[in-house]
Antibody, heavy 120, light 107 residues
Framework: EVQLVESGEGLVQPGSSMKLSCVAS????????MNWIRQAPKKGLEWIAL????????YYADSVKGRFTISRDNSKNTLYLEMNSLRSEDTAMYYC?????????????WGQGVMVTVSS | DIQMTQSPASLSASLGETVTIECRAS??????LAWYQQKPGKSPQLLIY???SLHTGVPSRFSGSGSGTQYSLKINSLQSEDVASYFC?????????FGSGTKLEIK
């Protein structure tokens, strides 16, 4: 059974940093691209970052480019999102999600999500 | 960026009815479209990929169609467990983008 379990939830002040983790199980993690997607309270879904299976390529939404960094450790089956210079508009539920296949970046499995609140 | 325009924003229908949700892309996305269902308080779940392929375990009352810039999700014989928000997503090009969502309620 595929499982994605995020951690790192919390309340932080504007301008600060935070790191999220997502531990994967039930599939060969090193074979698949992985993503972070967020959802502000009562809002829609926003894809924010993707990393290839081998970390050779990374893509970001303009809203987080230069502030957030996606990374992975295939030896630990873990995906990360380092978030710097956090703003109030970054307040959201953050989901990690698995890309279905190389070149087909729809999301066939999602984690339960972690809440990030940016507020003074 | 490819904009995804989803309609309607909300929908109320009776049990057993058939409902259709539309998604229009700002350019041709060559069937690179997925649909997701998100129940209240839960993570989204994949329903349809490649515009018309049913994900494993999804009931056959869900179906997808379309091509080019116009796509739709149809739910036949609406059930109470279908109360949820539905989102389309294009994966033809970066950045990956979602529609704004459709909230489905039972009348």
């Amino acid at each position: 059974e595929v499982q994605l379990v995020e951690s790192g939830e919390g309340l932080v002040q504007p301008g600060s940093s935070m790191k999220l983790s997502c531990v994967a199980s039930g599939f060969t993690f090193s074979n698949y691209g992985m993503n972070w997607i967020r959802q502000a309270p009562k809002k829609g879904l926003e894809w924010i970052a993707l990393i290839y299976y081998d970390s050779s390529s990374k893509y970001y939404a303009d809203s987080v480019k230069g502030r957030f960094t996606i990374s992975r450790d295939n030896s630990k089956n873990t995906l990360y999102l380092e978030m710097n210079s956090l703003r109030s508009e970054d307040t959201a539920m953050y989901y990690c999600a698995k890309s279905a296949y190389y070149g087909y970046n729809y999301f066939d499995y999602w984690g339960q999500g972690v809440m990030v609140t940016v507020s003074s | 960026d490819i904009q995804m325009t989803q309609s309607p924003a909300s929908l109320s229908a009776s049990l057993g009815e058939t409902v259709t949700i539309e998604c229009r892309a700002s350019e041709d996305i060559y069937n690179g479209l997925a649909w997701y269902q998100q129940k209240p308080g839960k993570s989204p779940q994949l329903l349809i990929y490649n515009a018309n392929s049913l994900h494993t375990g999804v009931p056959s009352r869900f179906s997808g169609s379309g091509s080019g810039t116009q796509y739709s999700l149809k739910i036949n014989s609406l059930q109470s467990e279908d109360v949820a928000s539905y989102f389309c997503q294009q994966y033809y090009n970066y950045p990956l983008t979602f529609g704004s969502g459709t909230k489905l309620e039972i009348k």
